[in-house]
């Protein structure tokens, strides 16, 4: 299994920008697809994006797409979440997933659903100002 750190998160203004970092230990991240979800007060947990295990294919919701990209280095057990054009209703807490499944099991469906994660980071939290 990894464990999750997450850090970058803060406070920034309406149209700015943040990076946001998931370090994982273990040495087996590369099986992992690994995804960032979010979670404001009093909404459930949402889905953000996903990235495959090497980094091949990725996945958006539709609230993000255009603004958020995810990457992962998996040299430095790494993923990470840019978030440009930030708005308010991105204000949320930030958390790290991820799933260990295989190609066979894999599907975005699958990856939009926190269900499907067995690990978890303790969150970060983004605040956008308006």
């Known amino acids: 299994q990894v464990q999750l750190v997450e850090s970058g998160g803060g406070l920034v203004q309406t149209g700015g920008s943040l990076r946001l970092s998931c370090a994982a230990s273990?040495?087996?991240?590369?099986?992992?697809?690994m995804a960032w979800f979010r979670q404001a007060p009093g909404k459930e947990r949402e889905f953000v994006t996903a990235i495959t295990w090497s980094g091949g294919s990725t996945y958006y919701a539709d609230s993000v797409k255009g603004r958020f990209t995810i990457s992962r280095d998996n040299a430095q057990n790494s993923v990470y979440l840019q978030m440009n054009s930030l708005k308010p209703e991105d204000t949320a807490v930030y958390y790290c997933?991820?799933?260990?499944?295989?190609?066979?099991?894999?599907?975005?469906?699958?990856?939009?659903?926190?269900?499907?994660?067995?690990?978890w980071g303790q969150g970060t939290q983004v605040t956008v100002s308006s």
């Open positions: 997933a991820a799933d260990r499944t295989s190609s066979l099991d894999y599907s975005p469906t699958r990856a939009r659903r926190a269900t499907s994660y067995q690990m």
């Open positions: 273990g040495r087996t991240f590369s099986n992992y697809v």
